[in-house]
């Protein structure tokens, strides 16, 4: 397997093999099998979860329900979801409208834990095996353990929580939830950044933090700070613009253009899903160059580009700039329903359809 070229000019090349990709790389590293090789790389990686919010919509959209069940009238969820489901209203009265959507009930595809599961069960369980867990919250520490991991057969102490400050009196952004809880994850050689409400793929996560592996064995000190699983999607939200060597150059998320950003032309295209996979101390070194540039107590961040409104800084920063810096790689191994995010309690049907489909791949022996 040439692991420059399928992440780079033969992008296509990748999802064909992505089920294959951990062995050959547990033959370049001359392991025994996958198991030996997923040891290894674990043991050398921090998981950086990120659970610590609701989301405006999210939370307007359970209210919304909670009104609409008490006035009796029809589902205020959409009208084409699946009979066999639970319609996602019906269980909006169990629901603490406080707690992180993360730990939202939805229905368990994965063949194991209890169902139903919480949304982030899919995240967690992703990235279970692939090392140390740090898990960035704002409250609801008991609930998590409780309902998420220890369900989920987390190992005990294989996890830390670090609770997202909130300077001027609101969040900043995963860029900033990343900076606080750097000193849990800098020591790593490896960061996988998990998003933690997308209809994640345990085959994806290890098939990437595989061949970042390949590509620090095979580049050294040039092998990218960035290595992101994408999808091949029709017209998606967050395209990717690639140059000829098929380097990520663009990232097209909002986030990064304000309210009014352009979007690519409509296309297929490369997206991102809700994982990255950093080199550790590159991500440190990014972070620090940003926070240094553009960070201030009385107004927050003040990046380029961004929202001024928000004064956020998104890991979609890193990324750009390691794009622009050439440090940037992507790997086509996702399927496009990885890119599932529930944003409000509408795309509940949604994401269990897309994760029926994810879950199908969990039989690979990696």
């Given at each position: 397997m040439?692991?420059?070229?399928?992440?780079g000019p033969?992008?296509?090349?990748?999802?064909?093999?992505?089920?294959?990709?951990?062995?050959?790389?547990?033959?370049?590293?001359?392991l025994?099998?996958?198991?030996a090789l997923?040891?290894?790389i674990?043991?050398?990686t921090?998981?950086?979860?990120?659970?610590?919010?609701?989301?405006?919509?999210?939370?307007?959209?359970l209210?919304?329900a909670r009104?609409?069940?008490?006035?009796?009238?029809?589902?205020?969820v959409?009208?084409?979801?699946?009979a066999?489901?639970?319609?996602p209203?019906d269980?909006?009265?169990?629901?603490?409208p406080?707690?992180?959507?993360?730990?939202?009930?939805?229905?368990?595809?994965m063949?194991?834990?209890p169902?139903?599961?919480?949304?982030?069960?899919?995240a967690?369980?992703?990235?279970?095996d692939?090392g140390?867990?740090?898990?960035?919250?704002?409250?609801?520490e008991?609930?998590?353990?409780r309902r998420?991991?220890?369900?989920?057969?987390?190992?005990?102490?294989?996890?830390?929580?670090?609770?997202?400050?909130?300077?001027?009196?609101?969040?900043r952004?995963?860029?900033?939830?990343a900076?606080?809880?750097?000193?849990l994850?800098?020591?790593?050689?490896?960061v996988?950044?998990?998003?933690?409400?997308?209809?994640s793929?345990?085959?994806?996560a290890?098939?990437?933090?595989?061949?970042?592996?390949?590509?620090?064995?095979?580049?050294?000190?040039?092998?990218p700070g960035?290595?992101?699983?994408?999808?091949?999607a029709h017209?998606?939200?967050?395209?990717?613009?690639?140059?000829q060597?098929?380097?990520p150059?663009?990232f097209?998320?909002a986030k990064?253009?304000g309210?009014?950003?352009?979007?690519?032309?409509p296309?297929?295209?490369y997206?991102?899903?809700?994982?990255?996979?950093?080199?550790?101390?590159?991500?440190?070194?990014?972070?620090?160059r940003?926070?240094?540039s553009?960070w201030?107590?009385?107004g927050?961040?003040?990046?380029?580009?961004n929202?001024?409104?928000?004064?956020?800084?998104?890991?979609?920063?890193?990324?750009?700039?390691?794009?622009e810096?050439?440090?940037?790689?992507?790997?086509?191994?996702?399927?496009?329903?990885?890119l599932?995010?529930?944003?409000?309690l509408?795309?509940v049907?949604?994401?269990e359809?897309d994760?029926?489909i994810?879950?199908?791949d969990w039989?690979?022996?990696?």
């Amino acid at each position: 397997m040439d692991f420059l070229r399928i992440t780079g000019p033969s992008l296509e090349d990748g999802f064909p093999f992505r089920a294959f990709l951990p062995a050959e790389v547990t033959g370049l590293r001359g392991l025994k099998d996958t198991r030996a090789l997923r040891l290894r790389i674990a043991g050398r990686t921090s998981t950086l979860t990120l659970l610590a919010g609701s989301g405006s919509r999210w939370v307007s959209s359970l209210r919304k329900a909670r009104d609409v069940m008490t006035s009796g009238s029809q589902d205020p969820v959409d009208g084409n979801r699946d009979a066999n489901l639970v319609r996602p209203a019906d269980r909006v009265g169990s629901t603490d409208p406080d707690e992180p959507r993360g730990l939202f009930p939805v229905r368990n595809a994965m063949g194991f834990g209890p169902d139903p599961v919480p949304i982030a069960a899919y995240a967690l369980a992703a990235v279970r095996d692939l090392g140390r867990h740090v898990i960035v919250v704002r409250g609801w520490e008991e609930a998590i353990e409780r309902r998420l991991l220890l369900p989920l057969g987390f190992e005990p102490d294989s996890w830390s929580f670090r609770t997202q400050e909130a300077p001027g009196g609101k969040p900043r952004g995963h860029g900033d939830a990343a900076f606080q809880a750097m000193e849990l994850w800098s020591a790593s050689d490896y960061v996988i950044v998990n998003f933690g409400g997308d209809a994640s793929s345990p085959l994806s996560a290890f098939a990437g933090l595989a061949v970042m592996d390949a590509l620090c064995s095979i580049m050294g000190d040039d092998a990218p700070g960035l290595l992101m699983p994408v999808a091949l999607a029709h017209d998606p939200a967050y395209p990717i613009g690639l140059d000829q060597n098929g380097l990520p150059r663009s990232f097209g998320h909002a986030k990064l253009k304000g309210a009014d950003g352009t979007r690519l032309a409509p296309g297929d295209a490369y997206t991102n899903v809700g994982l990255r996979i950093y080199r550790a101390k590159v991500l440190a070194e990014t972070i620090s160059r940003l926070r240094a540039s553009w960070w201030s107590a009385t107004g927050g961040y003040a990046i380029p580009g961004n929202d001024p409104s928000g004064g956020e800084f998104a890991l979609d920063n890193v990324d750009a700039l390691l794009a622009e810096e050439g440090k940037a790689r992507l790997l086509h191994v996702c399927r496009p329903q990885e890119l599932s995010p529930v944003k409000s309690l509408a795309d509940v049907p949604r994401f269990e359809r897309d994760i029926g489909i994810v879950c199908a791949d969990w039989t690979v022996d990696l």
